[in-house]
């Protein structure tokens, strides 16, 4: 069967790309992540991308300075020299330009720790507190120019407590992130194989 040759991309612990990597383990599954790339040098998830034998490679941004589209240019020229037919950002910490969002219209997607279209951007446990929300949650999401904007493909829920803070929050939601994930991808790269 056909897998969609996937990139990693990540920015530090790695876990979401951990599930990714467990979830495509089976021969069936329809994303085959042959790359990890990151955009530092001192992301945890390069170590552990070693212990799946998957290939590294880092692309920091540091030298670019403001020049973002400079960063994703040699972000590019990595993929392609892998042949990626498909971008699986997993907490990559970088805005991206709508160049590079263009390169991979309707291939690229991201995990999101909100309920979207609530709280895009940072600090999403503390918002969804802060306005005394009942239930919080994360999305995967196809990427477009705005950031966490896109077309929502999959999301999970789990309730807010009355004692939440912004760490046990997150520490409820991760675990469904990291189930969300994996069946997100798989839906995402069933979609990019069926079209025409
Ligand atoms: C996750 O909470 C994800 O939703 C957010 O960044 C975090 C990344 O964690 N975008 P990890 O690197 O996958 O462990």
Redesign the pocket.
Known sequence: MTRLRTAIL?S??????QAILDAARAETYPADPILILTNRPDAA?LTLADTYGVATALVDHKPYGNDREGFERAMQAVLQEHHIEMVVL??FMRILTPWFVHQWSMRMIN???SLLPKYPGLQTHQRAIDAGDSEAG?SVHWVTEGVDEGDVIAQARVPLLPNDTAETL?ARI?PE?HALYPVAVERAALDILQRP
Do not use: D, T, V, Y
């Not at 530090?12 to 790309?17: E, F, K, L």
């Open positions: 990540i530090g612990r790695g876990s979401n790309m998830g997993a907490g995990i999101h720790p994360c997150a991760l992130e």
